[in-house]
């Protein structure tokens, strides 16, 4: 089945960039999605196809491709930004849906 | 208010059967492909189950093919999840969200625009 690796923490200074990777086969050739989610809460979409920021994300969060790898780029980190953050594709071969496993972003 | 209400978890046995159910407001409902999407105590996300407006396609993550099922009620703005052969693995919490559609020349992706605030499911 298909994977994709985030590494399990980053932290960052408040006002200073965060940037989370999301590696997997092809993924260069996939939309990928990012979601945040704070501890108790449902998840909520952050950027979408790969660029796209739904109504009331602020543009300090982005996201870029490269390669095997996307990453999402949290700029001017702070306080309330601190979440578990996870990437999605599609897997067209199978119709099948995967989330990354989870990044927690620490803001210290 | 554009929402999403879920309901129906709780406790069962190992074997046993839950429907779950999701109810959509603020929105025209029969627009839009669903999902549920699940999260084990402590886990990460995992998609579970996706459908199609009319209900006429679905498809599901390996691991609940031929246990659970999910499906729609239009007129009742209501997406379900019935859940066959409860599993201890099963326990988490469910999520329903609504599915917006990318369609390139070379694919159908998805993503979930909206989501409710979930309902456990403990299989013990």
């Known amino acids: 089945s298909y994977v994709l690796t985030q590494p399990p923490s980053v932290s960052v200074a408040p006002g200073q960039t965060a940037m989370i990777t999301c590696g997997g086969d092809s993924i260069g050739i996939k939309s990928v999605h990012w979601y945040q989610q704070k501890p108790g809460q449902a998840p909520v979409l952050v950027v979408y196809d790969d660029s796209g920021r739904p109504s009331g994300i602020p543009a300090r969060f982005s996201a870029s491709r490269s390669g095997n790898t996307a990453t999402l780029t949290i700029t001017s980190a702070e306080a309330g930004d601190e979440a578990d953050y996870y990437c999605?594709?599609?897997?067209?071969?199978?119709?099948?849906?995967?989330f990354g496993t989870g990044t927690k972003v620490s803001v210290l | 208010e554009v929402q999403l209400v879920e309901s129906g978890g709780g406790l069962v046995q190992p074997g046993g059967s839950l429907r779950l159910s999701c109810e959509g407001s603020?929105?025209?409902?029969?627009?839009?492909?669903m999902t549920w999407v699940r999260q084990a105590p402590g886990k990460g996300l995992e998609w579970v189950a996706t459908i199609k407006q009319d209900g006429g396609e679905t498809s599901s993550v390996d691991s609940v093919k031929g246990r659970y099922t999910i499906s729609r009620d239009n007129a009742k703005n209501s997406l379900y999840l019935q859940m066959n052969s409860l599993r201890a693995e099963d326990t988490a919490v469910y999520f329903c969200a609504r599915a917006r559609v990318v369609i390139t020349v070379t694919s159908f992706d998805w993503y979930f625009d909206l989501w409710g605030r979930g309902t456990l499911v403990t299989v013990s």
């Open positions: 603020g929105f025209t409902f029969s627009s839009f492909w």
């Open positions: 999605q594709v599609t897997e067209n071969n199978s119709d099948q849906n995967v």
